[in-house]
């Protein structure tokens, strides 16, 4: 569940698989706001998800590109792109909802498990959320690279609950 920060309600959440139509449909464009192009990585072979609470269904609460890299040596969900919505960016004045990328990660880690790759997940992070991944358990290997291993993905799947 995330948190309205506005109200203290807690909100269920779901994801829901976006088309680049959908794209359009929940205004997910960057003069809305947004930092990333997200068709770019619909383009590259990743799945965009969209984190929604049930209460707002057609709103997107933030985003996640992944796709599964199974080459037998090392089986684990790539993640491209993850961003809160414009109106949940930590440094927002008014932020909505707080919760948002650590569902977005732990949604990863759930299909990791799902796919049987033990909720490995690796991604680059931003220098400046290094510090929010490790918080939320994940592993830095070096550079901009981080991951989560079968022991961060539980903890975050625990928490979370996706």
């Known amino acids: 569940m995330i948190i309205n920060l506005q109200t203290g309600e807690s909100h269920d959440v779901f994801f829901q698989q976006l088309t680049q139509k959908d794209l359009k449909l929940f ?4 003069n809305k706001g947004w930092v990333f192009d997200w068709r770019a990585p619909m383009v590259e072979g990743f799945e965009v998800f969209a984190l929604c ?16 890299n199974d080459k037998p040596e090392c089986n684990f969900i790539e993640v491209a792109n993850i961003e809160s919505a414009p109106h949940n960016k930590y440094q927002h004045s008014e932020r909505v909802f707080a919760g948002v990328g650590e569902h977005l990660m732990a949604y990863a880690c759930k299909v990791s498990v ?6 490995f997940v690796q991604f680059k992070s931003k220098t400046t959320s290094i510090g929010f991944y ?12 981080m991951y989560f291993n079968e022991y961060g993905a539980a903890t975050i799947l625990q928490k979370c609950r996706v």
């Open 53 to 68: 609470t049930h209460s707002q269904p057609k709103i997107a609460q933030g985003l996640i590109a992944s796709r599964s």
């Open 27 to 30: 205004q997910i464009f960057k």
């Open 134 to 145: 490790e918080k939320i358990g994940a592993k830095h290997i070096g550079n901009l690279t």
């Open 114 to 119: 799902q796919r049987g790759f033990d909720g």
